[in-house]
């Protein structure tokens, strides 16, 4: 391997929007979009960042997310994580002292992502059709810091979800987020078995497909 090669990952996009989901909903946030996933769920809005991209140095995307001038930095795919080295990006950027979460589908060991960054975890449900890509020993490594999420396509993904949620007692280990799948359910239906069943869960939209629509990945 070329010295440098091991500082390089394959970028899809950056760009700066408002964060439509998890703890920091709402802020302006530089998203760092790392090409490739090794997963199909049926509802996935970002299926154009499997495949293409470009090369960029670490340092030159650092430059790139700095320019924006936002201090809150998500690191998404895809699932980023499936670059080994979207480890040492993540430490970077927690170094120069940027609100950070990474975004990823849980298939992958998250152990070595710095424990400063936020980590959030989609457990993938029996209606995405991956959920025997879920890597379940990520439950026990996450902390009050990080977050699960579920997206939720029906009923059954609901009262799996659930059942995952007692089982492993997620709300006890960090932040549980319960979120409808945009054209699959209505948000309303969700929000009326979580009041029924009170589970300790935060229900949540996202926020930037109420500002810019169903097909974006933004």
């Known amino acids: 391997m070329?010295?440098?090669t091991q500082e390089r990952l394959k970028l899809t996009e950056i760009f700066l929007s408002v964060q439509g989901e998890a703890r920091s909903v709402g802020w302006p946030t530089v998203f760092v979009r790392l090409t490739g996933c090794p997963l199909r769920c049926q509802y996935c809005d970002t299926a154009y960042a499997f495949y293409g991209g470009?090369?960029?140095n670490i340092d030159d995307i650092m430059a790139e997310v700095a320019k924006h001038g936002a201090r809150h930095v998500c690191?998404?795919?895809g699932e980023p994580l499936s670059q080994k080295r979207c480890i040492s990006l993540l430490k970077k950027l927690c170094d120069a002292g940027y609100e950070v979460s990474l975004e990823t589908s849980g298939a992958i060991d998250i152990s070595e992502v710095d424990p400063r960054v936020s980590r959030?975890?989609?457990l993938k449900t029996p209606d995405s059709k991956e959920q025997h890509r879920n890597r379940l020993e990520n439950i026990g490594l996450l902390t009050q810091h990080d977050q699960v999420k579920f997206v939720i396509c029906s009923h059954l993904d609901y009262e799996w979800a659930?059942?995952?949620?007692?089982?492993h007692r997620l709300s006890s280990r960090c932040e549980v987020l319960f979120s409808p799948s945009f054209t699959e359910i209505k948000p309303r239906d969700l929000a009326e078995w979580l009041l029924a069943d009170k589970l300790p869960v935060?229900?949540?939209m996202q926020l930037h497909k109420q500002l810019w629509g169903e097909e974006t990945g933004r």
């Open 75 to 77: 690191v998404t795919g």
């Open 162 to 167: 659930k059942s995952m949620l007692i089982e």
């Open 2 to 4: 070329e010295a440098g």
């Open 202 to 204: 935060r229900f949540q």
């Open 120 to 122: 959030v975890v989609d």
């Open 54 to 56: 470009d090369w960029w």
